[in-house]
Nanobody, 117 residues
Framework: QVQLVESGGGWVQAGGSLRLSCAAS????????MGWYRQAPGKQRELVAT???????DYGDSVTGRFTISRDNGKSTVYLQMNSLKPEDTAVYYC???????????WGQGTQVTVSS
């Protein structure tokens, strides 16, 4: 079992920055990919960013150039640096991890990010 705990969410004005953290614990040795997804009220959950154990990253189109995902394998922690925030970035942000063998997906409880005009 893997547990994910997000932190760093909050309120910020448009143009500001926030840094989210996600700490993994439990059976973490087989975790391969970690990432962030978000969901706003009335909208589908969408990919924000993912990162593999080796550091390969992928970003959703809406955040490319503004957000940066990073990972500290030693601490089993993934970060999301969010810059130039827009009101449309307002959502609950969920940390995600994938265990390769057996294939299992885990989710955190989510952290609220609110960006005001």
């Amino acid at each position: 079992q893997v547990q994910l705990v997000e932190s760093g969410g909050g309120w910020v004005q448009a143009g500001g920055s926030l840094r989210l953290s996600c700490a993994a614990s439990g059976s973490i040795s087989s975790i391969n990919t970690m990432g962030w997804y978000r969901q706003a009220p009335g909208k589908q959950r969408e990919l924000v960013a993912t990162i593999t154990r080796g550091g390969t990253t992928d970003y959703g189109d809406s955040v490319t150039g503004r957000f940066t995902i990073s990972r500290d394998n030693g601490k089993s922690t993934v970060y999301l640096q969010m810059n130039s925030l827009k009101p449309e970035d307002t959502a609950v942000y969920y940390c995600n991890s994938v265990r390769a063998f057996p294939f299992t997906t885990y989710w955190g409880q989510g952290t609220q990010v609110t960006v005001s005009s």
